[in-house]
């Protein structure tokens, strides 16, 4: 059970990390990312709403023990104070998964504002975190849309490898359409490049490529290929507290110091476009 602190925050930003394609450093980053603002004296609350349940196995949690998770706050069978763990970190909290969360897309399509289902569940305890991540499934469905739906902006991992743009037009279509009709202040929080190689021809391109397309909106951290990385997650721990002083540590602590700073490329983040 959770000791939650009364205290209003002074900042609260929910950032949901989405991509509807799989292997590109999506649940690696909110892990890493969430770990890193938490070393940085930040309260944050990790949100797993993909099924396959990473995001809790990354930090060290069986995902096949029964406990109240993210699927009985969204049909309403658990209240929030009940499912909300502590973590080995004193500043991160998790919200976590289990295997019946894939039927919540089943179950919920006929219920009313099932889009705002996360948004709702969320409204009483956000003002207890500085920073609210949610790790998405790699799909463009009802869950990933109750992140955007609830989120202040979305983080989009971009993997440095062949076809990475592919894809990206359709996400970035979902958000429009979130910003239309269900959250109009959503907004993109960053683009961030995955799995770089700077030896490679083929990960320079990549990066060309998307600071022309996504300009103020690529971060400066990039985020390397790391076998320190990749290892972590066996372990239960984020990269943090498994290497803190490899590559791949010192990325997410740069990504997390840009998200505390708000500064990309280029001040401001806009709407998707």
């Known amino acids: 059970m959770n000791n939650k602190n009364s205290e209003v925050l002074k900042m609260s930003k929910i950032i949901t990390i989405a991509n509807q394609k799989g292997g590109v450093g999506k649940t690696t980053t909110a892990v890493n990312l969430s770990a890193c603002l938490a070393e940085m004296g930040k309260k944050v609350l990790l949100i797993d709403i993909d099924p396959q349940g990473n995001a809790c196995s990354g930090l060290g949690l069986d995902v096949d023990e029964e406990r109240l998770s993210i699927y009985e706050l969204l049909i309403g069978d658990a209240k929030i104070d009940d499912v909300i763990?502590?973590?080995?970190?004193?500043?991160?909290?998790?919200?976590?998964?289990?295997?019946?969360?894939?039927?919540?897309?089943?179950?919920?399509?006929?219920?009313?504002?099932?889009?705002?289902?996360?948004?709702?569940?969320?409204?009483?305890?956000?003002?207890?975190?500085?920073?609210?991540?949610?790790?998405?499934?790699?799909?463009?469905?009802?869950?990933?849309?109750?992140?955007?739906?609830?989120?202040?902006?979305?983080?989009?991992?971009?993997?440095?490898?062949?076809?990475?743009?592919?894809?990206?037009?359709?996400?970035?279509?979902?958000?429009?359409?979130?910003?239309?009709?269900?959250?109009?202040?959503?907004?993109?929080?960053?683009?961030?490049?995955?799995?770089?190689?700077?030896?490679?021809?083929?990960?320079?391109?990549?990066?060309?490529?998307?600071?022309?397309?996504?300009?103020?909106?690529?971060?400066?951290?990039?985020?390397?290929?790391?076998?320190?990385?990749?290892?972590?997650?066996?372990?239960?721990?984020?990269?943090?507290?498994?290497d803190k002083n490899s590559i791949g540590s010192k990325s997410y602590q740069n990504l997390a110091q840009e998200i505390i700073n708000g500064d990309n490329l280029i001040e401001g983040v806009e709407k998707a476009s």
């Open 85 to 242: 763990l502590n973590t080995k970190l004193a500043n991160l909290d998790l919200i976590p998964v289990n295997i019946h969360l894939i039927g919540a897309q089943i179950e919920l399509v006929n219920e009313d504002e099932r889009e705002i289902k996360l948004k709702n569940v969320l409204k009483d305890i956000k003002e207890n975190y500085e920073f609210i991540i949610i790790d998405s499934p790699p799909n463009l469905g009802l869950l990933t849309l109750n992140g955007l739906v609830a989120s202040d902006s979305v983080l989009i991992p971009l993997q440095c490898e062949y076809y990475a743009l592919e894809g990206l037009a359709k996400l970035l279509q979902t958000i429009q359409m979130v910003q239309k009709s269900l959250n109009q202040n959503l907004e993109i929080e960053g683009v961030l490049l995955t799995m770089f190689d700077s030896r490679t021809i083929l990960s320079n391109q990549v990066m060309e490529e998307a600071t022309s397309y996504f300009k103020n909106k690529v971060y400066k951290t990039i985020i390397p290929r790391n076998i320190k990385l990749g290892e972590a997650p066996s372990h239960g721990l984020p990269i943090s507290m498994y």
